[in-house]
């Protein structure tokens, strides 16, 4: 990086820039401008760009973060205690549909190779997928799969992986409670993913509250699909595990005679998502995956984001931007639901962020926000999604979830993305077995300390040394080589798993 001392002021009317260089910069540092640090600033933390007075609005990126708590001179670090957090925008007087970007011109000729599915849809992996109506039978699962991997699959080389879909559900619960039906639709869409291959089987217990019926997609005939631990006809462990690897067999053998083909991009359910954000992520990471969106919606594809409470406090710039009222209306459900989820748990949107997203910089979670849906990009939005609905259309979509990488990446797995794009400032190695993911770091530090763990750097725009759209037109290509496994990533490379992670806000009885 180069000696010079940068910072980066995102819109004209801010009052404040993030620091560029690593570590930081020092206190009497003189920028070209003029600008003189009056103390150190770390690396993206936000510096003063002119004297503020008590209560008067932080701006950044053209809207307000926050209002100073005291009087901040110029030059001065705006470290997360002299940020007030402001209200949230009120959902009751919100602008739907008013500002509908046009659309921009389609993006011809792009293709990767796929799994197609009988279903019309279109798989980036080719994974037998075992799925549990209980957590109870996951012991005797893992056991079984471990087999399968190492006695089964050399057999079958077209197949990628088995992957067990386990949770912490099951029995216990309140079935019927009415928000039952979001860890239920997961688990039902969590099976249908497209990398599955439709190929649909359930290990259950047999006295769960969840019976593994409910799991199975209309049509699909029970006594071939699932297998009951408590079945009479198994006398012991082992008989239960060879019951397991049996019926994973003849799955194993449909698996086998898929075969990519040459798909349209438009086959593409790619989802984005964010974890380990700092300062840098609204500049630089999610604003290039935000342009690498806009050139998957013009190429036809479908595009998801998520994580409500990192939305929330940007919503206004988000439902000028849906299609039409309808869509803007289900965005405030979205938000108003969970308005009343957290309040029910006598907490609010303040909890977020975390530690290291403060460290990385970001004062708050309206901050946070509005450096997060730059992810979006600029394409309008064409559908909304209750957690664990399926998407069932073309185009930019807002699918809900918790803000929690590991439930929103459920979430969306159950929503049907087949590849995700994930980018990080402080660093995660998070990863999915379902679908590859994609990491992009913020910061070019990051990504040549974790070498072989960060897919793009996203931290060239900061420096200059690459514009958004290069690096936007970088992540679109290479979602198109891993999709068509020309290219892995290292999440994959190294076998990185994060558990499935259900979202359940029903009671536990």
């Known amino acids: 990086m180069s000696d010079t001392p940068l910072y980066i002021k995102v819109h004209g009317d801010d009052n404040v820039a993030i620091i560029v260089n690593a570590p930081g910069l020092a206190e009497g540092t003189e920028f070209p401008c003029g600008l003189i640090l009056r103390e150190f600033v770390p690396q993206g933390h936000k ?24 009087a901040i001179a110029r030059g001065s670090w ?5 940020v007030t957090l402001p209200n949230a925008p009120a959902l009751a007087s919100l602008p739907l549909a008013t500002n509908v970007p046009p659309a921009q011109p389609p993006l011809d000729g792009y293709t990767f190779e796929g799994f197609r599915n009988p279903d019309g849809s279109v798989g980036t992996k080719n994974l037998l997928g075992i799925s549990m109506s209980v957590q109870c039978v996951a012991g005797v699962l893992d056991v079984a799969v471990e087999r399968i991997k190492k006695e089964l699959l050399p057999r079958y080389p077209n197949v990628d992986d088995v992957v067990a879909i386990g949770h912490a559900y099951g029995c216990g619960v309140a079935i019927n409670a009415p928000e039952a039906v979001v860890p239920i639709r997961t688990l039902q869409n969590l099976a249908r993913n497209p990398n599955l291959g439709g190929q649909v089987m359930v290990v259950g217990l047999g006295c769960e509250k969840l019976q593994p019926e409910r799991l199975l997609p209309a049509g699909t005939a029970g006594e071939t699909s699932i297998m009951t631990l408590q079945d009479e006809r198994h006398v012991g462990f082992g008989a239960m595990v060879a019951t397991i690897m049996e019926m994973a067999e003849k799955r194993l053998e449909e698996l086998n005679n898929r075969k990519r083909v040459t798909c349209p991009a438009s086959d593409l359910v790619v989802g984005m998502q964010c974890g380990g954000s700092d300062a840098f992520s609204g500049v630089t990471a999610n604003p290039a995956v935000g342009f690498a969106s806009d050139l998957l919606v013009r190429a036809g594809a479908t595009v998801m984001f998520s994580e409500v409470t990192e939305v929330r406090d940007a919503i206004h710039l988000l439902t000028p931007r849906a299609i039409d009222e ?30 290291g997203n403060k460290k990385g910089g970001l004062a708050n979670v309206v901050e946070k926000a509005l450096g997060s849906i730059a992810k979006s990009g600029s394409s309008p939005i064409v559908g909304v999604l209750s957690p664990g609905e399926r998407a069932e259309r073309k185009g930019l979509i807002y699918a809900a979830t918790p803000a929690s990488d590991f439930v929103c990446g459920t979430l969306q797995l159950a929503s049907g993305c087949t590849m995700e794009v994930f980018t990080t400032g402080r ?15 913020t910061r070019t530090a990051l990504a040549e300390r974790w070498h072989d763990l960060i897919d793009v750097d996203a931290g060239r725009i900061a420096t200059g040394h690459a514009s958004i759209e290069d690096i936007g037109w970088e992540i679109f290509r290479l979602i198109l080589d ?28």
């Open 326 to 355: 309808e869509v803007g209306r289900a965005l405030v459900r979205e938000m108003d639901w969970y308005d009343r989820y957290l309040s029910a748990g006598r907490t609010d949107r303040s909890a977020n962020p975390s530690p």
């Open 427 to 441: 660093g995660t190695p998070y990863g999915l077995a379902m679908v590859p993911v994609i990491k992009v770091a």
């Open 47 to 70: 510096v003063a760009l002119a004297d503020l007075t008590e209560g008067e609005p932080i701006r950044r990126y053209g809207e307000v973060i926050g209002l100073a708590a005291r």
């Open 482 to 509: 891993v999709a068509s496994g020309r290219k892995t990533t290292w999440a994959d490379h190294w076998g990185l798993r994060n558990a499935l992670t259900l979202f359940n806000p029903a009671p536990v009885t």
């Open 78 to 82: 705006i470290e997360e205690s002299l």
